[in-house]
């Protein structure tokens, strides 16, 4: 192990023990936007392929980060509805990369409970239906419960959202002028792609920009963001415990 090595694991112990002996609040659910696979690639000469694959295997390493943490919830965006106007000579080898990923994150031998959101309907069938097939049976697993966001957009998802409200009082009968009397941010959240789970506590975007791009819009409305210089598949442990260090740092005032 060289020098610089040796220090990061000093130093990276050093923060992880410091978060555990100051009883640093953690965040319930932590939302990732994992960007910058293709900048990495350009940057280190590889093709886009190759940084959306080196970033594919990170993500094991972020949920099991996660679970020892003791998140609850991740949220994953692994494709946004405005990627889908990509050429096909990339989006097609894209898709491939997140069929497999869910696979492997369905696996027996690991511990998370997976839950695909996005517009399925947009995607090719086969995968959609990949997608969907994968992530049946991983219910009731001990780690956390993993929102996989593909062919996600938060417009979309609010759009959605209040369709599917109005279909179901429409299937009941209910005229639009009394819907319109119900209508409210509660009955909305009851129909969002993550209904029943906790707001995220933390946003983390990678890659240096600093906007949401859409992830989330309606449920990061109290969340604190982490904005994070390194590309998605240089994202190391040590740059997640700063993301929970800068979160336990702040005081969470909820518009007050």
């Known amino acids: 192990m060289g020098l610089r090595e040796l220090l990061y694991t000093v130093y990276e112990r050093r923060l992880a023990s410091s978060l555990q002996r100051g009883g640093a609040p953690v965040p319930r659910h932590v939302g990732v936007i994992l960007d910058g696979n293709r900048r990495w690639a350009r940057a280190v000469g590889a093709s886009s392929h190759e940084g959306h694959q080196r970033g594919a295997d990170k993500i094991i390493d972020l949920l099991r980060w996660c679970d020892e943490a003791g998140v609850e919830v991740v949220t994953l965006w692994l494709l946004s509805t405005d990627n889908l106007s990509r050429p096909v000579v990339e989006l097609q080898p894209l898709l491939r990369i997140i069929e497999n990923v869910v696979d492997d994150l369905a696996s027996p031998q690991n511990p998370w409970t997976l839950n695909v959101v996005g517009a399925l309907d947009l995607l090719p069938a086969d995968t959609a239906t990949r997608l969907k097939e994968s992530t049946e049976g991983t219910g009731g697993r001990p780690g956390a419960l993993v929102n996989v966001a593909v062919c996600y957009g938060g417009r979309r998802e609010i759009a959605d959202a209040v369709r599917a409200l109005l279909h179901s ?22 129909h969002l792609y993550t209904s029943g789970q906790p707001d995220p506590d933390l946003v983390i975007r990678t890659s ?25 598949p240089d994202f190391r442990h040590v740059d997640f415990l700063r993301a929970l260090r800068a979160y336990a740092a702040r005081q969470r005032r909820y518009g007050t």
């Open 169 to 190: 009082h429409a299937a009941e009968g209910t005229s639009l002028e009394e819907v319109a009397e119900l209508l409210d941010v509660d009955k909305i959240s009851e």
């Open 208 to 232: 240096g920009e600093q906007r949401l791009g859409g992830f989330l819009l309606w449920q990061s409305a109290h969340s604190e963001f982490y904005f994070c210089d390194a590309y998605w």
